[in-house]
Structures are given as C-alpha cells and as structure tokens.
C-alpha cells in the first residue's frame, strides 16, 4: 500500500511525497533507494523544540549510509544561519546533492524557504525532506512524517513533484 503526502508552504514550493506506510515490524528494504547522486545535504537546526535535532538526524544519517548515501550537515549556530548559508552558495553548488532534509520546526522551514528566496534560488532548487524536531511540526505532520524512520523513508522512497 502506498500513501500520497503533500506539504504546502506559503507558495514557495510544494512537494508530493510517496511511500510505504511505517511500521514497527517493517524493515526498509536495502534495494529501496531512488536517490541517483547518492548525496543529501541536511540542515539542522540543534535549539529547535526538543533540541533533539542532531540526535534525530544521526539517526537517519545512519539508514542512509547502511545503503551508501553520503550527507553533508550543517547544524546551525544562530537564527538566520540557514539564510546566511543559502546566500553565500549558487544553485550549482547545491546541484551534487539529492535532496535537502530539513530539520526543524515550522519556523526553520520557513527560514530554509526565506534563504532561498533572499538568494534569488528558485524553491525546487532541491527536493526538501522534513525531520520534525520542533514543539508543533505542523509543516512535517501535513506530509505524514512525524518520525526520523518517515524522514529516512522519505528520502529513500519519495518521488518529489512540483505542484502548484
């Protein structure tokens, strides 16, 4: 059985996600991945709600490199790091990477969105994958990913779609 999720964010860009339902006693298959670069870029925001963010995203880091998919993390120091980061890359620098897993909460997605849009990026410059680490996750929760195994399974299943 296959779930469709979708998120919405203030026009920015909005994204389909299509994958297996989560359960306990299911493993992730080792042949799952769709991920053609093989490489994830995450931004994690370490304050957000539980402040469990860089433990969430070890976790998902960990499924990805048992299938050998490579991350880069960035943890952010401050509030507007993302910003500042999105500002002093191009798109082409952002080009070697699958996707874009962003962890935090509402706000942090909204800020991943505003950096984009500060520096002059389209929205779908990178599929975005959320690892809800905030109090609410209300952004995470409409895409059906309340959990680091949604986030893993998000990236390795998803299909991302532009949507208007």
């Known amino acids: 059985m296959l779930f469709f999720m979708a998120a919405a964010l203030a026009g ?23 991920l053609s670069k093989n490489r994830v870029l995450a931004l994690i925001n370490p304050v957000s709600g539980s402040r ?10 960990a ?12 943890v952010t120091t401050h509030s507007g790091h993302v910003r500042e980061y999105l500002c002093s890359v191009s798109a082409d620098e952002l080009a070697p990477f699958d996707a874009v897993v962003v962890g935090g909460g509402d706000g942090f997605i909204h800020e ?34 309340t959990t680091p195994s949604d986030t893993a399974a998000a990236l390795l299943w998803a299909r991302a779609k532009r949507l208007d």
């Open 52 to 61: 469990r963010g860089r433990a969430m995203w070890r976790d998902v880091e």
């Open 63 to 74: 499924v990805l490199q048992e299938r050998g998919i490579a991350s880069d993390t960035i």
């Open 12 to 34: 920015a860009c909005l994204l389909v996600y299509v994958f297996w339902p989560r359960r306990k006693s299911m493993p992730l298959p080792a042949d799952c991945g769709k």
């Open 112 to 145: 991943y969105f505003n950096g984009l849009r500060v520096a002059e990026m389209d929205a779908d410059v990178l599929p975005v994958v959320v690892l809800p680490c905030g109090t609410g996750n209300g952004i995470a929760k409409s895409c059906g990913i």
